[in-house]
């Protein structure tokens, strides 16, 4: 499973918009269509390589486009059928029809299979789930290879519905855009190798895929305190703050000073306990507070937020301390990352509604903070609406203690300054690359041990 790097993603409506400013621009829709169907011709072509390939049409243009591509295969003397669900119903998928010369089957349940099936039933434009025989019946060609059209036939592509598709997609070509059902759980793992085909639609980049990992090397003139002093506050869990204090450093914090009187994983965090970390705050040279990994709510919590919050030290949130701040954050004033899980999202922000991206944008809005909503799609929200989505994670990163060290790494970041929205993406594709990195049995400890 994967997706593209640093590539747009839009909505149904988002996407519409855009072939709509691409037609002003001169660019037929025939022609979006044209290049979509090559695009899809082009990799079926290699999928199959040389095996008969079966097209599944549906109504719409996204069977239009699977038209185009018939017609382009056997050109090239590919051994091609097609099979359509209903006739066309758009002018554009009637005139892609129309253009293709060979028979069109109907697509029963009797139907010949084929070695490579090309899903270009169903795109952008479903409007509700798959009739429960037209699913049985495509089950039957689960098994072969799968390269699905835009989005596999069933999932709502704007990810706000969880509905799966009966033929989950070996290779799934996204066109012009990719969509959030790419990105988002449960619809992304049926999506198998995302691509995406730049059919020439000038997308946005308001919403985007991660991109590729950099290493942040320090200016030629860095020293410890200009590549970033993080605090960690500590509460009665002093091992958990200790992993965000490690992670800090390691993401490249040029010092790091953790609460408590433990000794600390690594030998250059300082430890300090009491008024000496209190007057920390007061420090100009500090660039981000990390607060909440091991820290239950309470007065403790309540008192170190206080102190934080007054200070205007940009801060990271995690766990405890999210709903613990949350009613502070509403003048905007603070650059602020809050970090919650799942649960921790569904406390916090009870009203926000729509897919994991529209919720995590509501959520940023709301807060005046970005938020990663973290999870195996983790998306970071930026209360300006920027979204970007980091599927797919390491799964490997379900274990204790990774969520403390992205807490960490955030506050790492946020220490060198800049947009915390910039931030909070690179500490998410620390965190991957990390995880990537070290693969398989990780523990959350692993994940600072060495430096990426
Ligand atoms: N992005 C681009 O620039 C381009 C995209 N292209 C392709 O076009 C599709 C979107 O095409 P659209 O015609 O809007 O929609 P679809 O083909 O996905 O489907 C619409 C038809 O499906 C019917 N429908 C909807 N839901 C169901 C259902 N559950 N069961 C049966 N039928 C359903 C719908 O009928 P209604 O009854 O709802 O009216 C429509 O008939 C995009 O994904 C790309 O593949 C073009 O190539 C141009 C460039
Ligand atoms: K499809």
Redesign the pocket.
Known sequence: MSVPADAPILTAAA?RE??AA?ARAGVS?GD??ER??AAVADFAWRMAAGAPILILC????????GYVAARRLKARGVAVRVAAL?PP??D??KAARDAWDGPVESLTDNIASAPLIVD?L??????????DD?SAMLRRFSGRRILA???PSGVA?DGDADWLPPLAADVTLA??ALKPAHVLLPTAPACGRCLLAP?G?AADRHMQTLPAPTRAVPAPDAHKYSRGMVLIASGPMQGAAALSAAAALRAGAGYVVLEGDRPAPLSAIIVEEGDAFAKRLGDPRVGAFVIGPGFPAGDALDARLAAALASRTPLVLDAAAIPAALPHLEGGDTRVILTPHAGEFARAFPEATGSKIDRARAAAAQARSVVIYKGADTVVAAPDGRICAAWPGSPWLATAGTGDVLAGACGAMLARGGDPFDAAVAAVGWHIAQARRIGAGLVADDLVAAPF
């Open positions: 996407m855009a072939e691409t829709l979006l269509m979509a169907g549906g109504p719409g243009n996204n069977g239009g486009d209903a119903a758009t554009l998928a270009a169903f795109g952008v434009g479903l409007t509700r789930p798959l009739a037209l059209v835009d989005v592509s066109l012009g059919i639609i």
